[in-house]
């Protein structure tokens, strides 16, 4: 196990936007995080880079004890992560802003996606990919997995932030759903997508679930 992540809590005032999430990643492993909007996935993945310090819970990442820890010191132990708003150091060249994440990690690719670029130039253990996939043509969507099934080959773990169901369905080992703050389901593609919880809370009607299924061939 490369990550744990037991009863984190994140509260704003009296949101909680968190509420008591459990999961762990294996080394090499990907990992779908997935759920409507609002249901607290990028402030999950706040807390885990530092960004948000949980109200309760823990964050273990190798073993060690990465609670409330700042983003840089995440970054350093390993942790990188790519956002859906590219924000480019934008008086640097593309080169100097992938330079930058190589700055702070442990270089991989000839990719034009310079902000996943940028996150994997710091050779990362475990990347949080948020909504990468945004806004690209099949054939980008296709070579954007491609690069995560490369990274899964050599042992780094990826969580991602996807509304693509397809693209979860293709490429992710394991699934874990969020809605209003709270886990409530994880398990394989199949399982989740066919989870009666995730079908009233993510695919909405029944009837758009069942295309939605028979289309990904569960």
Known sequence: ????????????????????VTFSVDQGQILGLIGPNGAGKTTLFNAINGIHRPRAGRIEFRGDDITGLRPFQVARRGIARAHQVVRPLNDLSVIANVTVGACFGRENLGLGAAE??????????????DEVLAGLNPQEVAEMLAVFRTLREQGVAVIMIEHLMHAVMN????????DYGKKIAEGTPQQVSSDPKVIEAYLGDPKVA???LEEEGA
């Open 116 to 129: 996943l670029a940028r996150a994997l130039a710091a050779r990362p253990m475990l990347l949080l990919a």
């Open 171 to 178: 490429v992710c080992d394991r699934v874990v759903v969020l």
């Open 1 to 20: 196990m490369i990550l744990d992540v037991e009863g984190v809590t994140v509260r704003f005032g009296g949101l909680v936007a968190c509420d008591a």
């Open 210 to 212: 069942a295309k939605f």
